[in-house]
């Protein structure tokens, strides 16, 4: 089923070996599940828009929705506050020419 959820870690223990740090989530980060899916074992997954899982996380294609919560709609504000005084910082400090 595709979706459109924003969602927050809560538990980003017990990393399994097969999925690289770069494609691993972190606690307190907001995400956005784009589709739910059952798995191989029949569990259901998310898939996650900002981290793609594929063949090289195998057997991994999605991750476990234990381990988020739906993020409230202030929280997903602030973040994107958050991210934009961060990118009027960059552009501040590092101007790109044209």
Do not use: H, Q
């Amino acid at each position: 089923m595709n979706v459109n959820i924003a969602v927050v870690c809560i538990n980003d223990s017990n990393k399994p070996a097969e999925i690289p740090a770069n494609k691993w989530i972190v606690k307190d980060e907001i995400y956005t599940v784009i589709k739910v899916i059952t798995t191989m074992d029949n569990r259901t997954g998310f898939i996650l828009k900002e981290i793609p899982l594929g063949e090289d996380t195998f057997p991994y294609d999605s991750f476990n929705p234990n381990r988020f919560v739906p993020a409230t709609e202030s929280l997903v504000k602030e973040k994107e506050e958050l991210d934009n005084a961060i990118k009027e910082l960059i552009s501040d400090i590092c101007p790109i020419e044209n």
